[in-house]
């Protein structure tokens, strides 16, 4: 039976005490969430509708305005009137196919806030607001109605007046034209200079140690949000379309938004641990899941295509690729990536530098490549096959190339070099997902904007890149376990994100340097170990060549660990500094622990654990690790629950164990 398959369980409610005559006199809508921590109060003035948000009765959203234009008719703000709100609340479990935990609870309580013009052409617009324990989601609703059938936004303005000048760990970027690779800056509030675009999520940490994101779910047919400070508010901006001429959005009625996501809690890893993006996100569209089978693939472009000792040469052929698959199937990796050789793509293409020329066709291979017999091999040794491609030679001939995919028996593919989340880009990686599952393809977008929790609607979305990560190790420094740390604490809010992880060449910082074949790597073994669990990332990369991995210290860990768990915990975390993630895939748990360019001991709680004594397989940076990083011990002992155990991290370092019930 398809995990997808359980039946949701829904209980909605109407609260008289909250939509009383005398509030509405106020003007006061006020909705809390099931615990009362979350509290959402929204009010209409003169300027139009204002909202607030508090946590345990502090405020960490104060009055913040809510106004949209259009090209025909104008603004929607001022001059309006609120009709009576709906409230309900819902109590819901559903099963994630791929995801950080497999059952979800998704318990929230609701209102919907009809707003109409008082004037004019007295269009309606409703404002739909969820409480949930760990955040508060809205999103704006344009029903079916007279005179008005369709629309062209130019600019949605919702702002977020945040109090207390919090701390801010963000990535700022030049345009919306970008794949969201960079460095996140932590500055305080006061300090971001205006009309500076930031991206999201957005990490915002306050005085009492409350933590905020902002972010989106469910961004379907619409403009990819953005982050402006102006006057010392924080307003949305919307990714613009193509054409030029300012519009965000065009829709035809009825139609809805995205929805505003501010994750909220007093532990930063709630924030990690919640599955707000994906319960804001409708069910599965994919009735049949069960071709669907995350795991970790090659990706042999990231090490410069090495082969070692062998008697064919190497390229475009399937000699190349028997050499690689012969390594999954060796070793239990699910996947082995096709991309390119010698610069050119597999497929036929008369481009430069991978753009499509053209002539480009994604469903011919280049000669001397059979990708019938790649994938017949691949299928003899259980290996699955998956190729590279870039968005635009794809979106060509879509129907066509899919068709041919699943006659070869490829089982997914890697879409790249997007860059672009304006309202065609996403409705054509909505139209991609759609495509792909109808053909048992998974998929893997590349150079794209980060996940808004799509995976719950179509799970055959397994990655998302959008992060600055170790395919740079060929090009520069970058990346190093100072960029590391921010990561999810920032990007991974948004969810799952590919990191090229599995680079086995790891030198002391004096010793790095650019080398596009074999690239070296900073920080530890161990570090890069735990990358694995530490981020969330269902369709991982084990990207180094196979004689990098042979009899290496570690390579047990990378074979075992999961890509997709039921549980995830977050043991401990310090933001910018260190993180202990726990995770589940059946009685065995998997704890990554990393730490920035700083040493330190870190105490690792088991308290996540249930009952009874577990076998812990134990890898940890050698004492040697600043001078020799690949260096590791492993031990195996026998932990519980009420245990403690007190890691050393070395600068750049890291620890990982897996823990199995005696």
Same mark, same amino acid.
């Given at each position: 039976?398809?995990r ?29 969430? @099931? ?7 929204? !009010?209409?003035? $003169? +300027? &139009?509708?204002?909202? /607030?948000?508090a #946590? ?59 707003l109409?013009?008082r004037?004019? @052409?007295?269009r ?5 607001? !969820?409480?949930? $324990? +760990? &955040?508060?989601?809205? /999103?704006?609703? #344009? ?53 500076s ?20 779910a469910?961004?379907? +047919? ?11 508010t ?42 707000l993006?994906?319960n ?24 410069g ?19 690689y ?17 010698g610069?050119?793509?597999w ?55 899919f ?34 599952a ?32 170790y395919?740079?190790?060929?090009w520069?420094?970058?990346?190093d376990?100072?960029?590391d ?14 990191y ?8 002391p ?21 735990a ?10 990369m ?15 860990f990378?074979k ?7 549980e ?5 975390a ?13 009685a065995d ?11 330190r ?34 031990q ?27």
């Open positions: 039976m398809p997808l398959a359980m039946k949701p369980r829904l209980y909605f409610f109407f609260f008289g005490w909250l939509a009383a005559l005398p509030v509405l006199a106020q003007q006061d809508i006020r909705l809390a969430s @099931p615990d009362g921590n979350v509290a959402f109060t929204f !009010r209409l003035t $003169d +300027d &139009g509708p204002v909202y /607030r948000v #946590f345990k009765g502090k405020t960490l959203v104060d009055d913040s305005k809510l106004t949209l234009s259009f090209r025909e008719n104008g603004t929607f703000g001022k001059g309006l009137k609120v009709k009576r709100p709906r409230f309900r609340e819902a109590d819901e479990t559903y099963e994630l196919v791929v995801g950080k935990a497999k059952t979800v609870r998704n318990r929230y309580r609701e209102v919907t806030i009809p109409v013009e004037r004019g @052409p007295r309606r617009i409703s404002l739909v607001v !969820r409480a949930y $324990d +760990d &955040g508060v989601a809205f /999103r704006y609703e #344009f029903p079916s109605q007279r005179n008005w059938s369709s629309y062209s936004l130019t600019d949605e303005r919702t702002t977020f007046r945040l109090a207390r000048n919090p701390k801010v760990r963000t990535l700022f970027l030049p345009g919306f034209t970008t794949s969201h690779e960079g460095e996140y800056a932590t500055l305080s509030l006061s300090e971001v200079k205006d009309d675009l930031m991206d999201t999520p957005t990490l915002f940490e306050f005085p009492d140690q409350t933590y905020l994101a902002i972010t989106e469910a961004l379907v +047919d619409y403009a990819g949000m953005y982050l402006i400070k102006r006057n010392d924080l307003t949305s901006q919307l990714s613009p379309l193509p054409n030029g001429d300012g519009t965000k959005v065009k829709a035809v009625l009825p139609h809805r938004s995205p929805w505003r996501v501010l994750l909220i809690g007093d532990r930063v890893g709630a924030l990690i641990e919640s599955n993006l994906t804001l996100n409708e069910p599965s569209k994919i009735g049949d899941v069960s071709w669907i089978l995350p795991g970790k693939s090659t990706f042999p472009w990231w090490n295509n090495v082969v070692t000792d062998t008697t064919f040469e190497p390229g475009n052929n399937f000699e190349t690729a028997k050499h698959i012969d390594f999954c199937a060796e070793n239990g990796l699910e996947y082995h990536s096709v991309v390119e050789h610069g050119h793509e497929y036929v293409s008369d481009g430069q530098n991978f753009v499509p020329g053209p002539n480009a066709d994604v469903a011919r291979p280049v000669p001397g490549l059979d990708m019938q017999k790649i994938c017949d091999y691949g299928r003899q040794r259980g290996v699955g096959i998956r190729v590279w491609v870039y968005w635009e030679a794809l979106n060509r001939k879509l129907d066509e190339a068709a041919q995919y699943e006659k070869w028996g490829l089982r997914g593919l890697m879409v790249d070099f997007m860059d672009r989340d304006d309202q065609e880009m996403v409705n054509l990686q909505e139209k991609i997902l759609r495509k792909a109808e053909h048992k393809l998974h998929i893997q977008f590349h150079g794209a904007y980060k996940p808004t929790g799509l995976h719950r609607t179509y799970p055959n979305e397994f990655t998302r890149e959008g992060t600055l990560n395919e740079n190790n060929k520069n420094s970058r990346v376990p100072d960029h740390i921010n990561i999810p604490f920032t990007r991974m809010l948004a969810g799952s994100t590919d090229h992880l599995g680079g086995f060449r790891a030198v910082r004096s010793q790095f340097k650019v080398q596009s074949t074999e690239p070296l790597m900073l920080g530890t073994r161990c570090h890069q170990l990358m694995y669990v530490v981020l969330e990332n269902y369709q991982g084990v990207c180094d060549y196979p004689a990098a991995y042979r009899g290496q210290a570690g390579f047990d990378l075992q660990v999961p890509t997709v768990w039921d995830t915990r977050v043991v401990d310090r933001v910018g500094e260190w993180i202990t993630i726990a995770r589940r895939k059946g748990w998997f704890v990554g622990t990393i730490t920035n360019w700083t040493a001991e870190v105490p690792i709680r088991l308290d996540f654990l249930p009952d009874g004594a577990y076998s812990a397989e134990l890898y940890a940076d050698a004492p040697d690790a600043d001078q020799h990083p690949n260096h590791l011990t492993q195996t002992r026998t932990v519980r629950r009420a245990d403690t155990l007190t890691v050393q991290l070395a600068a750049g370092g890291g620890q990982v164990m897996r823990l199995r019930k005696n």
